[in-house]
């Protein structure tokens, strides 16, 4: 089974929110809402400053909290790239899995079900990329298979230095971000 | 330094998590009260006290119907997706301790209607005539009683611990994320059952002997705070950080005044007093004591929400 994950290039992303726009529009995400954004991080002491910007969105982590606190099943692993996804249709609005996220990657969509990043699995399923790798006009993001030594992920991440966020809440996220 | 800016701002989400509200306090604090209340009855059953006109055997297992109903009722006002509360009952998930508590209810109920139906009170006998029929088929059977005294005992305990280990199992919020809650949500249902009782029982050796078992469960409530306490602090840095909100950080007004001045010392303080003879037995020292338990509820959700990893 595919792994699904991507692999975000810090260097070469500039905040400039198209995957955000990109992500809105392809997925009707309602207004007030974001199920990506930009958090630029500023480290260091005036003048050896260090500035990173990442754009970020659930993880999918290969240990999912959300996937283990629902109590209906509502959150799950999809067979397709092991992708974590919210079936609406069973949700119950328990607000478990926003509290389980340590990344404050969920949120309750205006219609009561939890709702988050799907890797565009709708296009994925297309053979095409999601929406926000499509339009990124650097080119500063890259999706695929981790299990794929092949993969572009894959061939990156053996290439370059790389981090994830929080590591040690140990949910193993598959969002990694090249240095 | 470092300096964070981010772009998202998702209600109930940012600036910090605040999804669940007073529904969440109160669903704990009545599922608390309720555990304590059937550990309580359950214990009267099995020493055989149902066969006297005492509170506890004729009267307690009707009201933990009704503080039940109200502490589910507050839990589905929380739902977002309300319609769809009956999925909780397609399924069984088995990593979930949500799900573990909603079939735990599902058998707490017909427990404790059974306990309703070992002694029914006076003037409810002979309006529905199958509940006498079964009572009378009950008492014929003295071991049946006794197994539903500890069926009563054992389920108040597991939903007890229930009310803890629903938050505890939430590592994403370091603050619950400790395995001394459901021990101090435990203790603090027993404790706030035995008020109860105390509060409202008319006969003088109950009112005395739960007097005499909240100071008990009072001081053993402070050790588990203790444990509480020191096992967040002697973590790691995210740990620390979440006790701090309640040691010395936004939440120490109300968890020292109202959780451990109000809700423990003082009423500790009273009940001691009494129990001595030194002074009269008063509402107030049980009173004291359910505030302080609701009043824990509310200051560990919220502040398990203000914690987190960063």
Known sequence: ?179 | MQELTITRHNALIDPLLSIWSWQIPVYLFLGGLVAGIMIISGYFVLQGQYKKNVFSCFYLPHIALVLLSGGMGALFLDLEHKLYFWRLFTTFQVTAPMSWGSWLLMIVYPALWVNTLIRIPERYQGKVPIFDRWSAALNARPVLIKNIGIANMLLGTLLGMYTGVLLSSFGARPLWNSAMLWMLFLVSGLSAAAAFVHLITTDEYERELLAKADNAFLTLELFVFGGFITGLLTNSRVHKDAVHLLLDGPFAPYFWVLVIGMGVLLPLAIQLLAVNHKIKHTALAPLLVLAGGLALRFVIVFAGQFSRWS
């Not at chain 1, 990109?22 to 954004?37: H, I, L, M, Q, Y």
């Not at chain 1, 290969?62 to 609406?88: E, N, Q, R, W, Y």
């Open chain 1, 1 to 179: 089974m595919a792994r699904f994950g991507m692999a975000i290039d810090t260097v070469r992303c500039v905040g400039c929110m198209d995957c955000v726009v990109a992500c809105k529009t392809e997925n009707s995400v309602p207004e007030g809402f974001n199920r990506d954004w930009i958090t630029t991080e500023v480290t260091g002491t005036f003048p050896t400053t260090h500035l990173e910007i990442r754009s970020e969105r659930c993880n999918h982590c290969d240990d999912p909290p959300c996937v283990s606190c629902c109590p209906t099943g509502a959150s799950h692993v999809h067979d397709l790239g092991a992708v974590v996804l919210v079936d609406a249709d069973k949700c119950i609005g328990c607000k478990g899995c926003v509290a389980s996220c340590p990344y404050g990657a969920r949120f309750i969509h205006p219609d009561g079900y939890a709702d988050k990043c799907t890797f565009c699995i709708h296009r994925v399923e297309q053979g095409l990329l999601p929406a926000c790798v499509a339009v990124c006009p650097t080119h500063c993001m890259h999706f695929g298979d981790l299990d794929d030594p092949n993969s572009d992920v894959s061939t990156l991440l053996a290439s370059r230095r790389h981090h994830v966020l929080l590591p040690d809440a140990g949910t193993k996220p598959r969002i990694y971000y090249l240095t």
